[in-house]
Nanobody, 115 residues
């Protein structure tokens, strides 16, 4: 089993920044991909960004140029730096950890962008 702890959510004004963190522990051997998804009220969960163990990244079009995903393999931690936040970025953000044949999800952290 993999345990996931997310942190860094909160309330921020439009144009502001937040940094999310996701730390994995437990059965962390062979973790490959790590990433972030989000779910806004009344909407389906959607992909935000992902990063492989070697550092290859992928972003949703809606966040390209504004969000940056990074990873510290030694700490089994993935980060999401979110800049130029918009009200439409408001959602619960979930961390996903991928192992061969297994996916693990965090409990989610709320991000609210509002003036």
């Amino acid at each position: 089993q993999v345990q996931i702890v997310e942190s860094g959510g909160g309330l921020v004004q439009p144009g502001g920044s937040l940094r999310l963190s996701c730390a994995a522990s437990g059965s962390i051997v062979s973790i490959s991909g790590m990433g972030w998804y989000r779910q806004a009220p009344g909407k389906q969960r959607e992909f935000v960004a992902a990063i492989t163990r070697s550092g290859l990244t992928n972003y949703a079009d809606s966040v390209k140029g504004r969000f940056t995903i990074s990873r510290d393999n030694a700490k089994n931690t993935v980060y999401l730096q979110m800049n130029s936040l918009k009200p439409e970025d408001t959602a619960v953000y979930y961390c996903k950890v991928v192992k061969p044949g297994e996916d693990y999800w965090g409990q989610g952290t709320q991000v609210t962008v509002s003036s």
